[in-house]
């Protein structure tokens, strides 16, 4: 399941990253890097379990918490490159 929302949120800043205006600065193709890397390394850790005799993906409820976990991360150190970036000047000076 964290395979399948990691994907999905990869997909979803992939697609604001591109329709996005490339003078706001947003650092969106950042955060959809940032998916997408992690969209790639639930692929191998998918590979791996079926290797061992697991299924592809794992459909439970630990499996999705850590999923929106690592989707929380994302967008969390997604805002925090805006803070320090600071695009808009909106906090002058107190970095």
Do not use: H
């Not at 490339?22 to 390394?41: C, D, E, H, R, V």
């Not at 803070?83 to 808009?88: D, F, I, S």
């Amino acid at each position: 399941m964290c395979l399948l929302m990691t994907l999905f949120a990869a997909v979803i800043a992939s697609i604001c990253w591109f329709v996005s205006n490339p003078q706001k600065n947003l650092q969106l193709g950042t955060l959809s890097l940032m998916y997408w890397g992690a969209g790639l390394m639930w692929i191998v850790d998918c590979v791996f379990a079926t290797y061992e005799g697991e299924p592809f993906l794992n459909i439970s409820g630990d499996d999705a918490v850590l999923g929106a976990v690592v989707v929380l991360v994302g967008l969390i150190a997604w805002f925090v490159l805006l803070l320090v970036k600071n695009p808009k000047r909106l906090f002058v000076n107190t970095f």
